[in-house]
């Protein structure tokens, strides 16, 4: 068996985050990743386009928040087409995955067993991150979201094929490329420049916000207008309020992070404020989660608790670009 090693995700709310933290690990945990951490993770965007799946999002274009955009990975594109038959796939995984690459393809999970949300019952194409290989038993290890979490699973390799090559009609994703991805080595990402000015200016378009008619997007501070109209209009979007949870992490990781590495002077005030407003933030998602499934919780505790964590985030982000 080949095996290469994964992690538990940090940030997991949608899968170009959750493969990349499984590759890469905590950023606490490793000092290659958690500079290059520092100035990612910060901007918030929400899509409202028709074309795009509404919802919110890390900021993509001006960071490196995603899978596909890390500098510390290294990353090569094939063309589905290159591989006709299911041997001619394995020979392609057995061979990279030996050399520690991880292996991004977009499966249909209505083939996937595992999956009991989907399996013979629903189509849905998504992006499953292959990281093992079982010759003597003919599978596949994959992750993915599976009923409900982010998961790991083993799947026979006719099943993964026809997981792979029956795709229906509409899909987000690319479907005919495979992203092969493997994590630079120490020495090529402490050559990497650590932008501490990117951080700061970061925060300031963060606090500033913005909506822009042009591409119906969101940013910022600014997305928690619509979340609150989310809350108002009872129109919940869970997804929105795990990645309000996952920024305020990242803030209070990134605040610990600059201190320990001393790009800012340790302030226990700081620290404090940002973990709070993380507390808040799950405490947040998990109320959501429960009105839910009881539908009986007054939204009301909800709209108070989202605009506490709204202050207490433009005081504490004010007060560390004061400190940058």
Known sequence: ??????????????????????????????????KWFCWNFIQLRYDSAKDVDEALFFEKDVEECNIYRCSLLDKMI?????????????KMATHYLKLGFYIIVVLDHFYIPFDRDYYQKNHRNHECLIYGIDIENNSYLIQDFFNGSYS???ISMSDFWKAYTNHYD????????????????????????????????QFQNYLIGEISPIDDRTYGSCCYNILFDSLKNKNIDFRDFSLLYEHALANAIRIRLLFELDILSSDEELQKSFDEICNQALNLRNLLIK??????????????????????EIQTISKFIVNM
């Open 78 to 90: 094939f063309e589905k087409n290159m591989f006709k038959e299911n041997t001619d796939f394995q």
């Open 152 to 154: 790991s699973c083993e």
């Open 291 to 312: 009105w839910k499934i009881t539908q009986r919780l007054s939204l009301e505790t909800a709209e108070k608790l989202l605009k506490k964590i709204q202050e207490n």
């Open 1 to 34: 068996m080949i095996k290469n090693a994964t992690y538990k995700p940090i940030i997991k709310s949608y899968p170009e985050y959750a493969h990349l933290f499984s590759i890469l690990g905590n950023p606490q945990n490793d000092s290659d990743f958690s």
């Open 170 to 201: 509409y899909s987000i994703f690319d479907d005919e490329k495979i992203y092969l991805f493997k994590k630079k080595s120490s020495m090529e990402i402490s050559r990497l420049p650590f932008q501490k000015g990117k951080i700061k200016s």
